[in-house]
Structures are given as C-alpha cells and as structure tokens.
C-alpha cells in the first residue's frame, strides 16, 4: 500500500520524496483545519489542542500553519501528532491522524 509506505518513510526520518510531499500537499491543501495532538519541539512548542489552518505544504513536506493562537510554526509529518478536522466525513469517523 502506497499510504503504509508514505508512513513508514515518515516514521524513519527520512526526507520526504517529491511523490511523499504531492501526496502530503493534497491530504492537507491550503484552508485545510487541524487540531494538534503533540509536538515535539521543546522550545517552543504549540500547545496540545491548538487548532489552526494550512497555509502551504513546502517542498520538504512541512505544513505551515497559522494557529488560532497567534502562532505561526509549521508541523513536521511523522514528527508532529495531528488530525484534520475539516476532512471528509469518512476521515472524521475513522480518526485519521498523521504522525
């Protein structure tokens, strides 16, 4: 599965593959709504539960965020813990989450 791949990759710190990032850039377009989980950035980490909107996914696949509190750091995929929360119903019920 192309996706299980996608997370594998992520999860092993390698830098994402130009496939990797279009596939990031359309699971998470610009306007798309996340909700934070967990970041792992100590010093100055976004709060857990902060919600926020995309801005742009870069070309190494991070997506830079403008979050409700003012913040403007952007999520590193397989680093980060989020979820979209404007997604499609499905993703919704299923809880899709990147990590």
């Not at 409700?68 to 919704?92: C, E, Q, S």
Request: aromatic content about 4%; hydrophobic content about 40%; charged content about 30%.
């Amino acid at each position: 599965m192309k996706i299980k791949k996608v997370l594998i990759e992520l999860r092993e710190g390698r830098i994402p593959g130009r496939e990797m990032v279009e596939l990031i850039k359309m699971q998470y377009p610009a306007g798309s709504r996340i909700e934070l989980h967990s970041m792992d950035d100590p010093l100055s980490p976004v709060p857990a539960g902060t919600k926020g909107t995309v801005l742009f996914v870069d070309d190494a696949g991070q997506l830079h965020m403008r979050w409700d509190n003012g913040r403007t750091l952007a999520l590193v995929p397989g680093v980060a813990r989020f979820i979209r929360i404007n997604g499609a119903k499905k993703d919704k019920e299923k809880g899709v989450e990147a990590r």
